[in-house]
């Protein structure tokens, strides 16, 4: 058998088993774009230029052995190839296995997420095993079966390869390697192809399904690496620093003529008071507006919010920042939309010197609690909130023996219970106070105490809506614990979520995804519901004035009850962008020009370019960049 041949054979059988989970995807989530005036089908063909691409990377190894390898070498060549073209097919049937369970997870092939996460095996290989077991046996099923028919197909086939002559075997380096590197370029053209080039469609379904899953992951980490550190807005666009600002400021309304922080500005309070109130945030974990009957979702998984809905300020159109807890902490903490590349949380320059409500109410005498059913190592929670002010983190390991733990940690009712305990004591003492509590409970793979609230019904028992049930039901016993108490008085109460349990659709970016509930409750503040657009750094000014106190802030939002509020969000989707105004929205891709939409019936419609809004979008990308790595946000 020649060398072609064999070589041939091999680049084949990968390119088939990509089209294979290409197909699967296909069949799995037809019916999510066959009513799109698209072209799926091409789907097939720009797909193949993406495996091409990978594939091509990954035979510069064995094209460099089989050619230039002396015949002396040939056991050790072959033997080398032989196990590489094993360990690349394991490999790959894992990936093309574990795209399925991401796809259904996160509705994208997997990214830099998938790599990301293995920071912490603990948490990881117990939801692994907790959900996706069967999964994961029936992939190390495929992988040995296909293993096994691959030696005994293989054989001594590559040590044959070693027979031919080294001057015919030398003589193929040169075009294999030519033709290699015009299948990894895949372009004629001044730049090569990339993963943008998949992204052909304006179905976000799609454009996944084109991916091809090692080549996506591969090129996630190499543009984190390259990337990653400030340079991500050179995929998106180019703006000078002063503009971005300016188009930032104009965009927010935002007056600020300080040099050492742009945005920050001195915000008066509406509700001023002889003493400030305190503030505590009960951050929710994936809490979902699908799932809250006061802002629209479904009746019956949240009674307590709901309940709680009538006594307080309901943010009725909240939208989260992004997709991951880091974005939606830097938004209720911070005010901070979502920067470029990873999440201020776990970024160097951002770990002291960050703004943070922390910080601003420090030197007002507020002592400040993170506390957290988890480990607080997770996502770098713990580094950050002590570098930025926060004065103690009580985590799982300060539970004493506690009832229940679940794979994320203490359950959410030992949490709240915690917390009432801990802000009882510290008004005891007279000391005022600001806190985040983040809830564990409505996580993957549910874990949640037995007999404390009635199950949803027709669902099975380890699910999302029982887990947020659950979620909700803590709401419920910590506030009215908390009334109880003094402090209860003394405090505002903010009940907010992260982001979304899964979010998912069809559109470039499913705006209806990042809708999340919101709720203030103070006493004495009147019943009564804001309907306009609300981001999360909203949501922080709004509790900031509501504990009556005047704070200078940089905050990319602002109270409700202040006239320079905006009715606006801006979204991070994985890498890409939206800002909506009204019902505007626009959107930027990575290497891709500006869209522009409209939102309607939950669905993004194509329109005709909104240039100024596209700039805008453009703007807050730079002008996010700018301020972390210039330490401006503070």
């Known amino acids: 058998m020649t060398l072609i041949t064999v070589l041939l054979r091999y680049y084949v059988a990968i390119l088939l088993l990509f089209f294979t989970g290409r197909l699967t995807l296909f069949i799995l989530y037809f019916e999510r774009f066959s009513n799109d005036e698209v072209n799926y089908w091409l789907s097939f063909l720009y797909g193949l230029r993406m495996d091409i691409i990978f594939t091509s990377m990954l035979f510069v190894i064995p094209v460099l052995v089989l050619t230039l390898s002396p015949k002396r070498l040939q056991v050790l060549s072959a033997t080398f190839i032989k196990y590489y073209f094993a360990i690349v097919f394991a490999v790959l049937i894992y990936l093309e296995n574990a795209t399925l369970p991401f796809f259904a997870q996160y509705d994208v092939r997997p990214n830099y997420l998938f790599v990301e996460y293995l920071e912490y095996p603990k948490e990881v290989f117990a939801m692994l095993f907790a959900d996706y077991l069967v999964e994961f046996a029936a992939a190390l099923v495929m992988i040995a079966a296909a293993i096994y028919m691959y030696f005994k197909v293989t054989g001594d086939i590559f040590l044959r390869l070693f027979d031919i002559p080294y001057s015919k075997r030398a003589i193929w380096f040169v075009p294999l390697a030519l033709l290699l590197l015009l299948g990894i370029r895949s372009s004629l053209g001044h730049r090569p192809a990339n993963i943008s080039d998949a992204m052909y469609s304006t179905n976000r379904i799609v454009n996944e399904i084109t991916k091809n899953t090692p080549y996506s992951i591969a090129y996630a980490i190499y543009a984190n690496k390259k990337y990653g550190q400030g340079k991500l807005l050179e995929k998106y666009g180019k703006m000078a620093p002063s503009e971005a600002l300016d188009r930032v400021k104009k965009r927010l309304h935002i007056e600020s003529n300080s040099t050492i922080s742009p945005l920050s500005r001195l915000e008066r309070s509406h509700f001023q008071r002889p003493e400030p109130k305190n503030l505590v945030i009960f951050l929710q ?350």
């Open 285 to 634: 974990e994936s809490m979902g507006a699908q799932f809250v009957e006061a802002v629209g979702g479904e009746a019956g998984i949240t009674p307590e919010f709901n309940r709680l809905a009538q006594e307080g300020l309901l943010f009725k159109d909240l939208y989260s920042n992004g997709t991951r807890s880091i974005r939606g902490i830097a938004g209720v903490v911070s005010g901070n939309f979502s920067i470029p590349g990873k999440g201020v949380l776990k970024r160097n320059k951002s770990q002291h010197d960050f703004f943070t409500l922390a910080s601003l109410l420090k030197p007002l005498g507020y002592k400040s609690l993170f506390i957290y059913g988890g480990e607080s190592r997770f996502d770098n929670m713990k580094g950050w909130f002590l570098g930025n002010g926060f004065d103690e983190i009580i985590d799982e390991p300060k539970f004493i023996n506690p009832q229940f733990v679940g794979t994320w940690g203490v359950c959410d009712e030992e949490v709240a219970m915690r917390a009432n305990a801990e802000f009882k004591k510290l008004h005891a003492e007279k000391r005022k106070f600001v806190s985040l509590i983040f809830s564990t409970s409505n996580h993957s793979p549910f874990d949640f105490p037995e007999g404390t609230f009635d199950l949803v019904e027709g669902v099975e028992r380890k699910s999302v809506k029982n887990a947020i049930k659950y979620a909700d039901y803590a709401i419920g016993r910590f506030i009215d614990a908390a009334r109880k108490e003094a402090y209860y008085k003394d405090t505002v109460f903010v009940i907010v979520s992260d982001h979304n349990v899964r979010v998912y659709g069809d559109d470039v970016v499913p705006v209806n995804m990042f809708h999340i509930p919101g709720l203030i409750l103070s006493d004495g503040l009147t019943p009564q519901q804001y309907e306009r657009i609300a981001t999360q750094p909203d949501v922080l000014a709004t509790a900031l004035d509501l504990m009556g106190i005047d704070a200078t802030y940089p905050i990319m939002g602002h109270s409700i009850f202040s006239d320079a509020k905006q009715n606006l969000s801006l979204m991070q989707f994985n890498s890409t962008y939206a800002l909506r105004v009204n019902d505007t929205v626009a959107v930027l891709r990575e290497g891709m020009a500006a869209q522009t939409f409209t939102y309607v019936n939950e669905h993004l419609k194509a329109r005709e370019s909104d240039h100024e809004l596209e700039q805008d979008l453009l703007a807050f990308i730079v002008a996010l960049d700018y301020l972390y790595n210039n330490k401006l946000y503070r």
